[in-house]
């Protein structure tokens, strides 16, 4: 005899599938794990590479944040601290000083003379301090000032840190119980903060020093250089008196931090050779987004 199905023993097709149906929802998830899985190296490659470039990001702003706290504590500023901070200013302002003396000087003669001819010749030379102003000091003077420092002084602290964490002094200190941040990243960031706003005044006035003598010996300027001064002076705003000084100090702390930061963040697979064009790429993108987030502003 030939067995008859019963109501509750209704046969199935093969596959799983009631007749009329789409596939089975175990189907559906094999189809699925099969599309994620030849993407998922893609996938996989553009996480590292968003990974790695918002980690230095979101460590620069923890940093930032954590010096400005640390640096209000009393107790911070212990005497390793404050000689570390000393040692660290006297490099960056002795060390750039010459190199921003020269280079004012040449931007002053291109800059200066050039603007005070060219406005003079189209007789528009009550416009000079106004166009000295925004162009020279306001402009190209943070920028200069911040390349100079992050070639001069951030290059050798990146060094000097990054050799401390593969050798393993860093390790050392906090075996200790000295925290490195404290130690050396603080310190050496106040310590840029400081030498870019002396070093950015003094290029300021070098440079519009220079381009007036250049200016005045040519014969494109007649007045004298107190006259000169005073209508630079004149012609800048009660902004400017601010946001100038302002971008020298921003320029000169995210220069230092991020110098700290990439020496720190080394891994033992690094070398000089992978550290040094790294750190410095860091350091003048650095000094292009303070500019840039102060003409937006301003």
Not at 211 to 219: C, E, K, L, Q, Y
Not at 228 to 252: C, E, H, Q, R, S
Not at 257 to 272: F, H, K, R, W
Not at 277 to 284: C, T, V, Y
């Amino acid at each position: 005899m030939t067995d008859i199905p019963t109501s509750g023993q209704a046969s199935m097709p093969q596959g799983g599938q009631t007749p009329g149906m789409g596939p089975s929802e175990p189907d559906k998830a094999g189809r699925v794990m099969l599309v994620l899985r030849r993407f998922a190296p893609w996938l996989a490659s553009i996480g590292r590479l968003t990974r790695h470039q918002v980690r230095f990001t979101l460590l620069l702003i923890g940093a930032g944040w954590g010096t400005l706290r640390e640096s209000l504590r009393p107790n911070s500023w212990r005497r390793p601290v404050i000689y570390e901070f000393r040692a660290t200013l006297r490099q960056v302002v002795g060390g750039g000083f010459l190199s921003i003396v020269v280079t004012a000087t040449l931007t002053g003669l291109m800059v200066v003379s050039q603007a005070a001819y060219w406005l003079g010749y189209a007789g528009m030379a009550q416009m000079t301090g106004s166009i000295l102003v925004s162009v020279l000091v306001r402009e190209i003077s943070p920028i200069l000032v911040g390349i100079i420092l992050m070639g001069r002084s951030g290059m050798l602290c990146l060094t000097e840190i990054g050799m401390l964490v593969l050798g393993g002094e860093v390790r050392g200190l906090q075996a200790r119980g000295i925290d490195p941040f404290l130690a050396l990243v603080m310190p050496r960031t106040f310590a840029f903060t400081v030498g870019g706003f002396t070093l950015g005044m003094i290029f300021s006035v070098v440079s519009l020093l220079m381009g007036f003598m250049v200016a005045h010996a040519s014969g494109a300027i007649t007045s004298s250089v107190w006259t000169f001064f005073f209508n630079v002076l004149g012609a800048m705003t009660t902004w400017d008196y601010l946001i100038i000084p302002l971008k020298f100090v921003l320029v000169g702390f995210f220069v230092g931090l991020g110098a700290c930061i990439s020496g720190l963040t080394v891994s033992s697979n690094d070398t000089m050779a992978s550290i040094m064009p790294r750190g410095f790429a860091r350091g003048i993108m650095l000094v292009l987004v303070v500019n840039i987030l102060f003409m937006l502003d301003f």
